[in-house]
């Protein structure tokens, strides 16, 4: 399942939650990492991101989890 997401350059980026390996935040917002190297940075923050790629139920046992 796709979700949208805003990057920092502004245009809008399509992000296919079950290729998600990694999140960060990072100044411009959240870096989202993919397999081989690849990633995006979007502006929206790493929870709404977390909460917002939990929501495809694309993950292993349906969530992802933010260490706190």
């Known amino acids: 399942m796709f979700v949208k997401f805003t990057s920092v ?3 809008v980026t399509a992000v296919n939650a079950s290729q998600v390996t990694f999140i ?3 100044t411009e917002g959240t870096r989202i990492r993919f397999g081989e190297g690849r990633s995006v940075t979007v502006v929206e923050p790493m929870e709404e991101v977390i909460d917002r790629l939990n929501r495809t139920m694309q ?4 969530t992802f989890k933010l260490d706190s």
């Open 59 to 62: 993950f292993p046992d349906g």
């Open 24 to 26: 960060s935040s990072v």
């Open 9 to 11: 350059d502004r245009v």
